[in-house]
């Protein structure tokens, strides 16, 4: 465990850093807006649950064969970025409901499978992007104290809490997105609207795709 000053400098730089929008953010934010409030909040905990896998990774040390090696990279990387793909392509060619009863029966049939599958989804967005691997042995080691303990320990304390914080910052992200979401719902009854939204959640999921696909195994 690293000592109190030290890692009190790990959660100030780890709340900065989740703070700052990035390719998750962005994620669990159009998860919040299509499916709204429950949706996102799902999504920000199969996030963080991939990124415990990551820190686990991590102190297994299986973290830094990936970034030294090209092809396990790119591996990875390309079935990260052909899933995301996949999940915005299955969405925007997806088809309205044409089941039987209200929209809030509709709904409410769907609901625990549908948060499932969220859950699920998100878990493997989080584990197939490389990049969260290449942040972790770039940012985890500089608070490792060799003195205080094994380094594994201290990563996956650090790691699980960098989670922890994770579910704090995203989830404001998810409850924003959602509420976002629901006022512009009952702003616009229009019928064609719920198919516009779903576009949109779409395309932002292939375009996170397509970044992930042309990123590198350095900087972006």
């Given at each position: ?10 959660l ?7 703070l700052v929008?990035?390719p998750?953010v962005f994620?669990v934010?159009a998860?919040?807006v299509?499916?709204g409030?429950s949706?996102?909040?799902v999504?920000v905990?199969g ?14 040390g299986l973290?830094a064969?990936?970034?030294?090696s090209?092809?396990a ?13 996949w ?7 997806s ?9 809030e029966v509709r ?5 625990g499978?549908r ?5 699920t989804q998100?878990?493997l967005?989080?584990v ?9 042995l770039?940012f ?7 003195s205080?303990?094994?380094a594994?320990?201290?990563?996956v304390?650090?790691g699980?809490?960098l ?8 989830g404001?992200y998810a ?6 979401g629901?006022?512009?719902k ?5 019928p ?9 959640t779409g395309?932002?999921?292939v375009?996170?795709g ?11």
């Amino acid at each position: 465990m690293p000592d109190a000053t030290t890692y009190g400098v790990f959660l100030a730089a780890a709340l900065a850093l989740l703070l700052v929008p990035g390719p998750a953010v962005f994620y669990v934010m159009a998860r919040s807006v299509e499916g709204g409030r429950s949706a996102g909040l799902v999504s920000v905990l199969g996030v963080e649950v991939g990124t415990l896998v990551h820190v686990a990774f991590a102190a297994a040390g299986l973290s830094a064969v990936l970034a030294s090696s090209a092809t396990a990279f790119s591996v990875v990387k390309w079935m990260g970025a052909a899933y995301l793909v996949w999940l915005g392509l299955r969405l925007l060619l997806s088809r309205d409901g044409g089941q039987a009863g209200t929209p809030e029966v509709r709904a409410k049939a769907r609901a625990g499978a549908r948060l499932s599958r969220v859950f699920t989804q998100s878990v493997l967005v989080q584990v197939l992007n490389p990049k969260v691997a290449l942040f972790f042995l770039a940012f985890l080691p500089q608070f490792v104290d060799p003195s205080r303990g094994a380094a594994w320990t201290q990563v996956v304390v650090l790691g699980a809490t960098l989670a922890l914080l994770g579910l704090f910052t995203d989830g404001l992200y998810a409850l924003l997105g959602g509420t976002a979401g629901d006022w512009i719902k009952h702003r616009n009854k229009r019928p064609g609207f719920g198919r516009g939204q779903r576009y949109l959640t779409g395309g932002v999921y292939v375009a996170l795709g397509a970044a992930t696909a042309l990123s590198g195994q350095g900087k972006d």
